[in-house]
């Protein structure tokens, strides 16, 4: 009786120690399942777009904006995040979630007036990539992407009139009058001839004149004389 009894507190033990360890192995297998990943949400972005970044990473892992041709750990990052800002090297980091879509211009300048960076906080055109490290420095994972200048749209013709509609006529033709444009114009009188005919009929009057009045005075004359006889 006593030794069944034995067995059986020996049993419970057993099992005891086999759950309690299946529990504290749980959280290892979860982190282990958990893959670190990056991802964005294109490749080619227009100047002053949303890049959208998601991540899958541990709580000491980060994630960086370099120019494609810096080397992660010798040159300057423009942007950081991280999954845990609570440790030291990370406080200042943006903080993001695990699978969580984030805008990298949301993301924590460093060192911006570092002359490896100063010239790409805006995110010009140009060619970039994010990476993915863990605490110690190592790559895991690696995303390039493009910059470009606004690719659709209307543009600008720098010969372009102020006003985009008017359209000038090189060969511009005198406009034809109207009817009472045209009479008026016809009726000006021309001055030289004008002068001409002036004086021609004037002319004419006073000859006429001067032959009237010789005729009577010679018929006042003629009249005087045949009294006298």
Known sequence: MKSNFIKK??????????????????????????????????????????IMVTATGESTDYLCLYLEEYVPGQDAGI???????????????????????????????????????????DIPEGDYKIVLRDESGELLDEQAF??????????????ATENPDVTENPTTEKPTPSQTEALIITAEPDDETDTVIKSDDN???????????????????FVIVKKKK
Do not use: H, M
């Open 9 to 50: 507190g020996i049993q419970c033990i057993f099992a005891l120690s086999a759950i309690c360890l299946l529990l504290s192995l749980l959280p290892a297998t979860k982190v282990q399942a958990a893959e670190r990943s990056l991802s964005l949400d294109k490749d080619v972005y227009e100047v002053g777009e949303a």
């Open 79 to 121: 942007y950081y995040a991280c999954f845990d800002n609570s440790l030291e090297d990370t406080v200042d980091f943006t903080l993001i979630k695990n699978n969580e879509p984030t805008n990298v211009f949301d993301w924590f300048c460093a060192t911006p007036s570092n002359p490896q960076v100063s010239p790409y906080i």
């Open 146 to 159: 493009e910059v470009v200048y606004q690719s659709s749209g209307p543009t600008e013709d720098p010969n």
């Open 203 to 221: 002319t004419y009057v006073w000859i006429i004149v001067g032959v009237v009045a010789a005729v009577i005075i010679a018929a006042v004359v």
